[in-house]
């Protein structure tokens, strides 16, 4: 659905703060978000790996994109057309990107049990790059961030400044956090004095 | 701080957890037929031994997927973590 | 090396930056630091480190903090301290300084940057692996750092390693289950003596690590002798540390010692220049590179003997001390201001002790030793055994003493606990060493047993004549040492101490500065003030506007659960007492949910979307445990049913529009859609733009009134609410809170699962019989309806009181008694507790729900209340006070 940001307000208003060079969060706002439900190894699995043409893992963590680079430094989020697949569970997706995701599964949803939620007010996204990115996020990270056990396009649901947050760690010194939106402030003011030793 | 291996997510801290106790209590088919006796034993009755016990668990922070673990009750130490409705692996002990 | 200024007991004095307090004082010929706690006797410093037990300071400057061991505090320029005699006193101005936190895992966790730690360090690295290395000291070394030695060039090195991270003035304060640990970091103490706001003053490690190698080293012990305490009767490697770095107010030393140590650390007295008298040595024979050392250094040793006493100045510095054989025989005197005991060394075990491990005592090294390799943890250097020393010590702990002499033979310096102490703790049958510090507080103090433990459990065995393995094990509980409770706080302090959950709608709240209640981490508009009202004048204008005219309130915390598949139906039967897989398309149901032991666990309205699609509201506290609930069905019992369920409590905004002019409101923002009773009934949902935005309208009602909950995506909340409030304006549409909701629902009698339920009640209880199915075979809570206890005569059941004082308003949780009035005497028998009360503007009157034994049996019974001042009465009514007859919901 088209947003019209006219009469619609993100959580964080669109706000952005810090130095590339050290370490910048920015919220990028309402950016589309569908939770999908699909047992793998299904019909149902394969009709939406056809509609989406992109050929979902049930890997817990794994993130699978098709025409979307990560593109940190430009505002907007990846070019047209693009999906990324955030794995959260052995039967479960976040997808977000610039397709439309509703419209690709529109004839899956209509033959098979499956089940795609638009989720694209439940959270928001801030994003978190530069150096000093990932210790800003171990103030408040529990997981392992190590290059080795979260290389890019991993992601993982956990819990940041006591708050349910999905990860996704996107490119080179970047990570894109998607808070729920209730929690949005919360975790930008948690974020934003973990920052203050950095900048 | 427990380090719980979760079948799907890998090894997780205790805290992204809920507990979910003795595993393998399933719900009685016919609840109607037990005697009060029965009943109240699968409502409020669970196994805690001292050593290995199968138990359940939850990812409610992570997955949000339940499974089964062996889990040595007085020393912490876990055993193989399995899904729901597979095999049960052999106790440690 | 420059000069510091620093002030102790208001008095200014230099020291050489690096240094420790306690050794600047010690370099300024402060030997006497303060008097004990209880005994009020002079003290000196004895230690070197957290071993310390008399030389408390509390720190002035900057943060100030009491009750520092100043062998531990680093001096800097402005630092501020002042002796303390045992307690510390908390400074009265608020800490600004910051505290934060951070997490690492790690393959590997090295304990201590002594040589075994740092060569543990280079195995792992070499090996590839990530290192973390700790250590509580500023620089790397430990005693060989003591020692002024250089530390190997290739152990240096790997302080430089990528993949090694060095934490230097770091303290692991506790070691937990599968190799996670929790240390604290000093990162300002040593740099100046401001308070540090962006920058973190110390900061809390979170660790978890494939394998931990502990490091920790060892302390010295002290021996157990007739006035042992007093200044400048130090521990010897802490007297030879301190003087050989010129840190030196003694001129003339006896060492006292059970091993070879004694003879290492009175080689390095006499080199500094101080005049050793004499190694008092309890052992017949010793051997060794020391003692031949000393032998030719022409130091004389006495074998077979230990100290016994000693004798003081008038000031109470020590001036001469008493060697003895064991027994007391033989005594001989020797002056001296510098008595160092080497009573044998205590490997630091609290790390390994706190994970389970029980230490072996070994003999030869009078010590308990924790030796291990295993997949999670290895120990390493002197906690392993390794003392690197040449002889065996003696086990040995102090000289048989007179009654009298044992009131001044301290075991426990920081509670002034004596061996008297200790030996009526014997005689009274102690023989376990948790019993024995039980009954004298050894250990007990800020040190926790450092240099006292293995001493008390040594001091048992003597006196029963066992090995003090045979006596128990040295256990210890974290912190290892004292840490503020800002450290642990971190930032969880002020807005990051709980997080704080707001809809979309909340700027608009805050702006109408309406008063927020918590409910669980949501803020609410509690009720919205008008021209300075007070909470009860807000109250009854916003109940009386919701009742005759339209009121309008944010219900986006409602917790939501979209539920997808061609078996929901089925699941909701099983989830619900009621029936929903009847409901219509397009249709809202209220349901009831209990637990297996069938008490009430939540309810909330469900909406079937379409054929295989359905929206659950939850309670707004009760969201994710509802969702944890579906889930559990789901995915333990139910696999096969096919339902999907996915939170949306955060997608939908819900803006309840509620009163009698509701539905003329709602014709206003949705001109497209027809609200007619006909069209539009109750429980009925409709799709429409609502002031330009695609929007579910339900037809639900939480207060009894004609009521519209527009639901649209969460970013459009706002845009609703303000809409709402424009297109009502002429209509007086009037902003309600959480409160005038409490009370609209309370007078028709609708409970609040959490307020008039604690997990203790059944449907039945609540008056809510009609909600549970008698057509459906089974679900959840179904068969404990029937058990003994719940179906017994005498429950708790929910009525009304209608007060006799209409102005009185009964406080929530009241105590109800039958049967009494004021002349009644106690103790009278309580029969219920109010669950609510309010104020009601529609009555004209104060009401309350209450669970009340038996209670519906009991309408029209007069009940009392009894206050602390008076006692209310009131009569037992239904639990619906308005609109019994459901009239007002069609407007």
Same mark, same amino acid.
Request: glycine share 8%; hydrophobic share 40%.
């Given at each position: #659905? #088209?947003?019209?940001?006219?009469?619609?307000?993100?959580?964080?208003?669109?706000?952005?703060?810090?130095?590339?060079?050290?370490?910048?969060?920015?919220?990028?706002?309402?950016?589309?978000?569908?939770?999908?439900? =699909?047992?793998?190894?299904?019909?149902?699995?394969?009709?939406?790996?056809?509609?989406?043409?992109?050929?979902?893992?049930?890997?817990?963590?794994?993130? #699978?994109?098709?025409?979307?680079?990560?593109?940190?430094?430009?505002?907007?989020?990846?070019?047209?057309?693009?999906?990324?697949?955030?794995?959260?569970?052995?039967?479960?997706?976040?997808?977000?990107?610039?397709?439309?995701?509703?419209?690709?599964?529109?004839?899956?949803?209509?033959?098979?049990?499956?089940?795609?939620?638009?989720?694209?007010?439940?959270?928001?996204?801030?994003?978190?790059?530069?150096?000093?990115?990932?210790?800003?996020?171990?103030?408040?990270?529990?997981?392992?961030?190590?290059?080795?056990?979260?290389?890019?396009?991993?992601?993982?649901?956990? =819990?940041?400044?006591?708050?349910? =947050?999905? #990860?996704?760690?996107?490119?080179?010194?970047?990570?894109?956090?998607?808070?729920?939106?209730?929690?949005?402030?919360?975790?930008?003011?948690?974020?934003?004095?973990?920052?203050?030793?950095?900048? | 701080?427990?380090?719980?291996?979760?079948?799907?997510?890998?090894?997780?801290?205790?805290?992204?957890?809920?507990?979910?106790?003795?595993?393998?209590?399933?719900?009685?088919? *016919?609840?109607?037929?037990?005697?009060?006796?029965?009943?109240?034993?699968?409502?409020?009755?669970? *196994?805690?031994?001292?050593?290995?016990?199968?138990?359940?668990?939850?990812?409610?922070?992570?997955?949000?997927?339940?499974?089964?673990?062996?889990?040595?009750?007085?020393?912490?130490?876990?055993?193989? *973590?399995?899904?729901?409705?597979?095999?049960?692996?052999? *106790?440690?002990? | 090396?420059?000069?510091?200024?620093?002030?102790?007991?208001?008095?200014?004095?230099?020291?050489?930056?690096?240094?420790?307090?306690?050794?600047?004082?010690?370099?300024?010929?402060?030997?006497?630091?303060?008097?004990?706690?209880?005994?009020?006797?002079?003290?000196?410093?004895?230690?070197?480190?957290?071993?310390?037990?008399?030389?408390?300071?509390?720190?002035?400057?900057?943060?100030?903090?009491?009750?520092?061991?100043?062998?531990?505090?680093?001096?800097?320029?402005?630092?501020?301290?002042?002796?303390?005699?045992?307690?510390?006193?908390?400074?009265?101005?608020?800490?600004?300084?910051?505290?934060?936190?951070?997490?690492?895992?790690?393959?590997?966790?090295?304990?201590?940057?002594?040589?075994?730690?740092?060569?543990?360090?280079?195995?792992?690295?070499?090996?590839?692996?990530?290192?973390?290395?700790?250590?509580?000291?500023?620089?790397?070394?430990?005693?060989?750092?003591?020692?002024?030695?250089?530390?190997?060039?290739?152990?240096?090195?790997?302080?430089?390693?990528?993949?090694?991270?060095?934490?230097?003035?770091?303290?692991?304060?506790?070691?937990?289950?599968?190799?996670?640990?929790?240390?604290?970091?000093?990162?300002?103490?040593?740099?100046?003596?401001? %308070?540090?706001?962006?920058?973190?003053?110390?900061?809390?490690?979170? +660790?978890?690590?494939?394998?931990?190698?502990?490091?920790?080293?060892?302390?010295?012990?002290?021996?157990?002798?007739?006035?042992?305490?007093?200044?400048?009767?130090?521990?010897?490697?802490?007297?030879?540390?301190?003087?050989?770095?010129?840190?030196?107010?003694?001129?003339?030393?006896?060492?006292?010692?059970?091993?070879?140590?004694?003879?290492?650390?009175?080689?390095?007295?006499?080199?500094?220049?101080?005049?050793?008298?004499?190694?008092?040595?309890?052992?017949?024979?010793?051997?060794?590179?020391?003692?031949?050392?000393?032998?030719?250094?022409?130091?004389?040793?006495?074998?077979?003997?230990?100290?016994?006493?000693?004798?003081?100045?008038?000031?109470?510095?020590?001036?001469?001390?008493?060697?003895?054989?064991?027994?007391?025989?033989?005594?001989?005197?020797?002056?001296?201001?510098?008595?160092?005991?080497?009573?044998?060394?205590?490997?630091?075990?609290?790390?390994?002790?706190?994970?389970?491990?029980?230490?072996?005592?070994?003999?030869?090294?009078?010590?308990?030793?924790?030796?291990?390799?295993?997949?999670?943890?290895?120990?390493?250097?002197?906690?392993?055994?390794?003392?690197?020393?040449?002889?065996?010590?003696?086990?040995?702990?102090?000289?048989?003493?007179?009654?009298?002499?044992?009131?001044?033979?301290?075991?426990?310096?920081?509670?002034?606990?004596?061996?008297?102490?200790?030996?009526?703790?014997?005689?009274?049958?102690?023989?376990?060493?948790?019993?024995?510090?039980?009954?004298?507080?050894?250990?007990?103090?800020?040190?926790?047993?450092?240099?006292?433990?293995?001493?008390?459990?040594?001091?048992?065995?003597?006196?029963?004549?066992?090995?003090?393995?045979?006596?128990?094990?040295?256990?210890?509980?974290?912190?290892?040492?004292?840490?503020?409770?800002?450290?642990?706080?971190?930032?969880?302090?002020?807005?990051?101490?709980?997080?704080?959950?707001?809809?979309?709608?909340?700027?608009?709240?805050?702006?109408?500065?309406?008063?927020?209640?918590?409910?669980?981490?949501?803020?609410?508009?509690?009720?919205?003030?008008?021209?300075?009202?007070?909470?009860?004048?807000?109250?009854?204008?916003?109940?009386?506007?919701?009742?005759?005219?339209?009121?309008?309130?944010?219900?986006?915390?409602?917790?939501?659960?979209?539920?997808?598949?061609?078996?929901?139906?089925?699941?909701?039967?099983?989830?619900?007492?009621?029936?929903?897989?009847?409901?219509? %398309?397009?249709?809202?149901?209220?349901?009831?949910?209990?637990?297996?032991?069938?008490?009430?666990?939540?309810?909330? %309205?469900?909406?079937?979307?379409?054929?295989?699609?359905?929206?659950?509201?939850?309670?707004?506290?009760?969201?994710?445990?509802?969702?944890?609930?579906?889930?559990?069905?789901?995915?333990?019992?139910?696999?096969?049913?096919?339902?999907?369920?996915?939170?949306?409590?955060?997608?939908?905004?819900?803006?309840?529009?509620?009163?009698?002019?509701?539905?003329?409101?709602?014709?206003?923002?949705?001109?497209?859609?027809?609200?007619?009773?006909?069209?539009?009934?109750?429980?009925?949902?409709?799709?429409?733009?609502?002031?330009?935005?695609?929007?579910?309208?339900?037809?639900?009602?939480?207060?009894?009134?004609?009521?519209?909950?527009?639901?649209?995506?969460?970013?459009?909340?706002?845009?609703?609410?303000?809409?709402?409030?424009?297109?009502?304006?002429?209509?007086? +549409?009037?902003?309600?809170?959480?409160?005038?909701?409490?009370?609209?629902?309370?007078?028709?009698?609708?409970?609040?699962?959490?307020?008039?339920?604690?997990?203790?009640?059944?449907?039945?209880?609540?008056?809510?019989?009609? +909600?549970?199915?008698?057509?459906?075979?089974?679900?959840?809570?179904?068969?404990?309806?029937?058990?003994?206890?719940?179906?017994?005569?005498?429950?708790?059941?929910?009525?009304?009181?209608?007060?006799?004082?209409?102005?009185?308003?009964?406080?929530?949780?009241?105590?109800?008694?039958?049967?009494?009035?004021?002349?009644?005497?106690?103790?009278?028998?309580?029969?219920?507790?109010?669950?609510?009360?309010?104020?009601?503007?529609?009555?004209?009157?104060?009401?309350?729900?209450?669970?009340?034994?038996?209670?519906?049996?009991?309408?029209?019974?007069?009940?009392?209340?009894?206050?602390?001042?008076?006692?209310?009465?009131?009569?037992?009514?239904?639990?619906?006070? %308005?609109?019994?007859?459901?009239?007002?919901?069609?407007?």
């Amino acid at each position: #659905m #088209m947003v019209n940001t006219e009469l619609a307000k993100s959580p964080l208003g669109g706000i952005g703060l810090g130095d590339a060079t050290k370490v910048f969060l920015k919220e990028v706002p309402f950016t589309p978000g569908f939770d999908l439900r =699909v047992q793998p190894g299904t019909p149902a699995f394969t009709a939406v790996i056809d509609a989406l043409g992109l050929k979902l893992e049930p890997t817990v963590g794994r993130v #699978m994109r098709i025409n979307a680079d990560c593109i940190v430094s430009e505002d907007e989020f990846p070019a047209q057309g693009g999906v990324i697949a955030l794995c959260l569970g052995p039967d479960w997706w976040y997808l977000t990107g610039t397709a439309d995701i509703q419209k690709l599964l529109s004839s899956a949803l209509e033959t098979h049990h499956l089940s795609l939620v638009d989720v694209s007010s439940q959270r928001t996204k801030i994003e978190i790059y530069g150096p000093s990115a990932k210790d800003v996020l171990l103030h408040y990270w529990e997981q392992d961030l190590r290059e080795d056990n979260f290389p890019i396009d991993s992601c993982s649901q956990g =819990v940041f400044a006591k708050t349910p =947050v999905i #990860m996704w760690h996107c490119c080179k010194d970047c990570y894109i956090l998607f808070p729920r939106a209730s929690f949005a402030k919360h975790i930008w003011t948690a974020l934003t004095d973990a920052a203050v030793e950095y900048l | 701080m427990l380090n719980i291996p979760c079948p799907y997510c890998g090894p997780r801290d205790e805290t992204e957890f809920h507990y979910g106790a003795q595993a393998h209590v399933a719900y009685p088919e *016919s609840p109607k037929d037990l005697t009060d006796e029965q009943w109240a034993k699968f409502v409020f009755i669970k *196994s805690n031994p001292k050593g290995w016990l199968a138990e359940r668990w939850v990812h409610n922070s992570g997955c949000r997927r339940w499974f089964n673990v062996w889990r040595n009750t007085a020393t912490h130490e876990f055993g193989p *973590s399995y899904k729901p409705f597979t095999q049960q692996p052999k *106790s440690p002990a | 090396m420059s000069n510091v200024t620093f002030t102790f007991d208001g008095q200014q004095y230099t020291g050489v930056s690096g240094e420790s307090l306690a050794s600047a004082l010690l370099r300024n010929g402060v030997i006497h630091f303060t008097n004990s706690s209880y005994k009020d006797r002079p003290r000196g410093i004895m230690g070197l480190w957290v071993e310390e037990s008399n030389a408390l300071v509390n720190v002035d400057s900057g943060p100030g903090e009491p009750m520092k061991a100043s062998t531990t505090i680093p001096i800097v320029e402005g630092l501020i301290t002042r002796s303390t005699q045992g307690v510390g006193d908390l400074p009265d101005t608020r800490d600004n300084s910051r505290y934060d936190k951070s997490n690492r895992h790690v393959d590997v966790l090295v304990v201590g940057a002594g040589i075994a730690g740092l060569t543990a360090t280079k195995k792992f690295a070499e090996l590839g692996k990530s290192v973390i290395l700790i250590d509580d000291q500023p620089t790397p070394g430990g005693h060989m750092r003591h020692l002024g030695t250089q530390v190997p060039a290739e152990l240096m090195a790997v302080l430089e390693l990528a993949n090694v991270t060095y934490l230097p003035r770091t303290t692991v304060q506790g070691l937990y289950d599968q190799g996670y640990s929790v240390a604290t970091q000093r990162r300002t103490d040593h740099l100046d003596a401001n %308070v540090h706001t962006e920058v973190s003053r110390i900061r809390t490690w979170h +660790i978890r690590a494939d394998h931990t190698v502990l490091a920790t080293g060892a302390f010295q012990r002290h021996l157990v002798f007739a006035n042992n305490d007093r200044p400048g009767i130090m521990l010897s490697h802490a007297a030879a540390t301190y003087v050989s770095q010129g840190a030196n107010p003694f001129k003339t030393a006896v060492v006292v010692t059970v091993d070879n140590q004694g003879y290492r650390d009175a080689l390095r007295l006499h080199t500094a220049g101080v005049a050793v008298s004499a190694v008092v040595d309890i052992r017949e024979t010793a051997g060794g590179a020391s003692v031949e050392a000393v032998k030719d250094a022409g130091i004389r040793i006495v074998s077979g003997k230990t100290a016994l006493d000693t004798a003081g100045t008038p000031t109470g510095l020590v001036s001469a001390v008493t060697i003895a054989k064991a027994d007391g025989s033989e005594p001989e005197s020797i002056d001296a201001d510098l008595i160092a005991m080497s009573g044998g060394w205590t490997p630091i075990v609290h790390l390994a002790t706190f994970i389970g491990i029980k230490p072996t005592w070994v003999p030869a090294l009078a010590a308990f030793v924790v030796e291990r390799n295993d997949v999670l943890t290895s120990t390493t250097g002197m906690l392993a055994g390794d003392f690197g020393g040449d002889d065996d010590a003696a086990v040995f702990f102090g000289p048989e003493l007179t009654t009298e002499q044992a009131l001044v033979a301290f075991v426990d310096f920081q509670r002034d606990a004596t061996l008297r102490d200790f030996n009526r703790a014997i005689g009274a049958g102690m023989r376990s060493i948790e019993h024995v510090k039980r009954y004298t507080s050894i250990g007990t103090s800020h040190d926790q047993g450092k240099t006292s433990g293995t001493t008390t459990m040594g001091l048992i065995g003597q006196a029963i004549g066992k090995a003090p393995d045979e006596i128990g094990s040295l256990t210890f509980r974290p912190p290892y040492i004292s840490i503020p409770f800002a450290a642990l706080a971190g930032r969880d302090r002020g807005l990051l101490s709980d997080p704080i959950r707001t809809t979309p709608i909340h700027s608009w709240h805050e702006s109408a500065k309406a008063p927020m209640e918590d409910v669980g981490q949501w803020k609410r508009p509690w009720f919205f003030p008008i021209n300075g009202e007070n909470m009860h004048a807000a109250v009854l204008r916003e109940c009386a506007a919701v009742r005759e005219g339209v009121g309008v309130m944010d219900a986006s915390t409602l917790g939501k659960i979209d539920l997808r598949g061609k078996d929901v139906g089925k699941f909701l039967d099983m989830i619900y007492t009621n029936m929903f897989s009847t409901l219509k %398309v397009g249709m809202s149901r209220y349901g009831l949910m209990c637990g297996i032991d069938g008490m009430v666990f939540d309810d909330g %309205v469900t909406t079937r979307i379409s054929e295989n699609h359905w929206l659950m509201t939850t309670t707004t506290g009760g969201a994710a445990k509802v969702l944890d609930w579906l889930e559990e069905w789901l995915q333990t019992e139910w696999p096969d049913l096919e339902v999907y369920c996915t939170s949306v409590t955060e997608q939908i905004a819900t803006v309840a529009i509620v009163g009698p002019k509701s539905r003329e409101l709602m014709s206003r923002l949705a001109p497209d859609l027809d609200v007619s009773n006909e069209m539009f009934a109750f429980m009925e949902n409709k799709y429409a733009d609502v002031a330009g935005i695609p929007a579910r309208v339900a037809r639900i009602s939480f207060s009894g009134e004609l009521a519209y909950e527009i639901n649209v995506p969460g970013s459009f909340g706002l845009h609703i609410w303000q809409a709402v409030m424009k297109q009502g304006t002429d209509l007086n +549409i009037t902003p309600y809170g959480t409160e005038t909701m409490h009370v609209l629902r309370a007078e028709k009698g609708f409970v609040i699962v959490g307020q008039e339920t604690d997990g203790t009640q059944t449907p039945q209880d609540l008056d809510m019989d009609w +909600i549970v199915s008698k057509k459906k075979e089974d679900f959840i809570g179904k068969r404990s309806f029937s058990r003994a206890d719940t179906a017994r005569e005498g429950r708790h059941q929910l009525v009304g009181i209608l007060t006799d004082d209409g102005s009185a308003v009964i406080p929530e949780g009241a105590y109800i008694v039958a049967g009494v009035d004021e002349k009644t005497a106690p103790p009278v028998k309580h029969i219920g507790y109010v669950t609510s009360s309010y104020d009601s503007a529609a009555l004209g009157h104060s009401f309350a729900l209450a669970l009340v034994a038996n209670g519906l049996a009991r309408k029209g019974e007069k009940v009392a209340i009894p206050m602390a001042d008076r006692v209310l009465t009131g009569v037992i009514t239904d639990s619906v006070f %308005v609109d019994k007859e459901n009239t007002r919901r069609d407007g």
